[in-house]
């Protein structure tokens, strides 16, 4: 799934998101420093996580009280759920920025968007049980930041609707971001795998990806 989501991700943005950007009217020097921007942002986001990530397992360290452990955990679990629900939020505005500038463009963008979430909203299931939550509460709870890319996706249309001169800096944001994650998170996971046998499933698998992107944008 990881190698496939990388290849869906690199041609949606690089082959299809980028370039319909950079048709539009919009300066190509503001564009390209959209992208740095966003690349940026998503790795000070990334380091930010870390920071925090590696700031709770030390306060683990300090305090063995199991009742310490349950409130972290469960505080954690909500950290999760609120970091969650505003990426799902923004991910609503991508896809509908895609889909006014091409539907065929929304189409790959939200594809995109599902091949790196499924794996995602796994991860963060299992993080809120190990968090203390039901099944029945974390699957809720998940559900329920899911919706808000609905709500992103409503809100992104009407903004962009009235002020479509900003919807080629958002493609080429989101594009900053499906790149910085194919290749800063996705890809050197792919290369801990180095055997030959488990590198050309990766390879065939990246290439698929592309080849779905291509096919489902062959009118484009």
């Known amino acids: 799934m990881v190698?496939?989501?990388?290849?869906?991700?690199?041609?949606?943005?690089?082959?299809?998101a980028l370039p319909e950007a950079f048709e539009s009217h919009a300066s190509a020097r503001s564009l390209f420093a959209t992208l740095?921007?966003?690349?940026?942002?998503?790795?000070?986001?990334?380091?930010?996580?870390?920071m925090r990530h590696s700031h709770h397992h030390e306060g683990d360290g300090h305090h063995h009280h199991h009742g310490h452990d349950k409130h972290?955990?469960?505080?954690?679990?909500?950290m999760i759920l609120v970091g969650d629900g505003m990426h799902n939020f923004t991910d609503g505005i991508l896809i509908a920025a895609a889909f006014m500038a091409n539907p065929e463009l929304g189409l790959v963008t939200a594809l995109a968007i599902i091949a790196h979430e499924i794996p995602q909203e796994i991860g963060d299931f299992i993080v809120l049980l190990n968090a203390g939550f039901s099944r029945t509460r974390a699957y809720v709870y998940n559900l329920l930041c899911s919706l808000l890319a609905i709500a992103g996706g409503l809100l992104g249309y009407y903004t962009l609707d009235r002020a479509s001169e900003l919807i080629?800096?958002?493609?080429?944001?989101?594009?900053?971001?499906?790149?910085?994650?194919?290749v800063s998170d996705l890809m050197p996971q792919m290369q801990?795998?180095?055997t030959l046998r488990e590198s050309v499933p990766q390879v065939l698998l990246i290439a698929s990806g592309v080849a779905i992107v291509l096919f489902l944008t062959r009118n484009h």
């Open 3 to 16: 190698s496939l989501s990388v290849g869906i991700m690199l041609s949606t943005s690089l082959l299809h």
């Open 36 to 50: 740095l921007a966003g690349l940026l942002a998503f790795f000070l986001l990334e380091k930010l996580a870390i």
């Open 72 to 78: 972290e955990a469960g505080k954690a679990g909500w």
């Open 168 to 182: 080629p800096y958002v493609l080429v944001f989101a594009s900053s971001g499906f790149i910085y994650i194919a």
């Open 192 to 194: 801990r795998r180095a």
